[in-house]
T-cell receptor, first 119, second 114 residues
Framework: DTGVSQDPRHKITKRGQNVTFRCDPISEHNRLYWYRQTLGQGPEFLTYFQNEAQLEKSRLLSDRFSAERPKGSFSTLEIQRTEQGDSAMYLC?????????????????FGPGTRLTVL | SQQGEEDPQALSIQEGENATMNCSYKTSINNLQWYRQNSGRGLVHLILIRSNEREKHSGRLRVTLDTSKKSSSLLITASRAADTASYFCATDPYYTGANSKLTFGKGITLSVRP
């Protein structure tokens, strides 16, 4: 299977603990995105990378959240000192950025998500 | 904040009928994409329509885009029980220079009765 994979699929943790999620994008894709989705809502953008550079972070991404993509391949999202409000589905997506005259066609492919429950 | 707003919020139809879902958005876009999500799972990309396109087809799917009205519609013809899912529109905003993030609506829950 050459799609986007995420690990773990489910994580239950106690408030105050740190958690780390991993995302492996489609191999030839140079962009990687993290989104968060809560029940009954659409995904909300958290951050994205082009290769290893983190180019944008949402205001939703508090200081307790950090994301890395050290070699421009897989990415990790760490949440420190988890809170109950962090409970959500964390989705990773990847795309191949290409552009003509400054316009980028940004078809994103999503992984299955990591469902985080903070008790 | 979520830019896209889908309409209706929920739709229930009989197998074999067509399902039409609408999406409105607020800012200029490069493209608009529709995704499907089965309960508690990841999103599946259905179709992308560019800002200079007006209509696009993919199998039983037909998407239209009206940039003057900032709206799009997704038509699923001859629906099947397996089409039961949540459907999201997502806009890729137009920036000069780097752009990337998709802005999703809250989604439409489609139920197809066998």
């Amino acid at each position: 299977d050459t799609g986007v994979s995420q690990d773990p699929r489910h994580k239950i943790t106690k408030r105050g603990q740190n958690v780390t999620f991993r995302c492996d994008p489609i191999s030839e894709h140079n962009r990687l995105y993290w989104y968060r989705q809560t029940l009954g809502q659409g995904p909300e953008f958290l951050t994205y990378f082009q290769n290893e550079a983190q180019l944008e972070k949402s205001r939703l991404l508090s200081d307790r959240f950090s994301a890395e993509r050290p070699k421009g391949s897989f990415s990790t999202l760490e949440i420190q000192r988890t809170e109950q409000g962090d409970s959500a589905m964390y989705l990773c997506a990847s795309s191949l950025a290409r552009g003509l005259a400054g316009v980028s066609y940004n078809e994103q492919f999503f992984g299955p998500g990591t469902r985080l429950t903070v008790l | 904040s979520q830019q896209g707003e889908e309409d209706p919020q929920a739709l229930s139809i009989q197998e074999g009928e067509n399902a039409t879902m609408n999406c409105s958005y607020k800012t200029s876009i490069n493209n608009l994409q529709w995704y499907r999500q089965n309960s508690g799972r990841g999103l599946v990309h259905l179709i992308l329509i560019r800002s200079n396109e007006r209509e696009k087809h993919s199998g039983r799917l037909r998407v239209t885009l009206d940039t003057s009205k900032k709206s799009s519609s997704l038509l699923i013809t001859a629906s099947r029980a397996a089409d039961t899912a949540s459907y999201f529109c997502a806009t890729d905003p137009y920036y000069t220079g780097a752009n990337s993030k998709l802005t999703f609506g809250k989604g439409i829950t489609l139920s197809v009765r066998p």
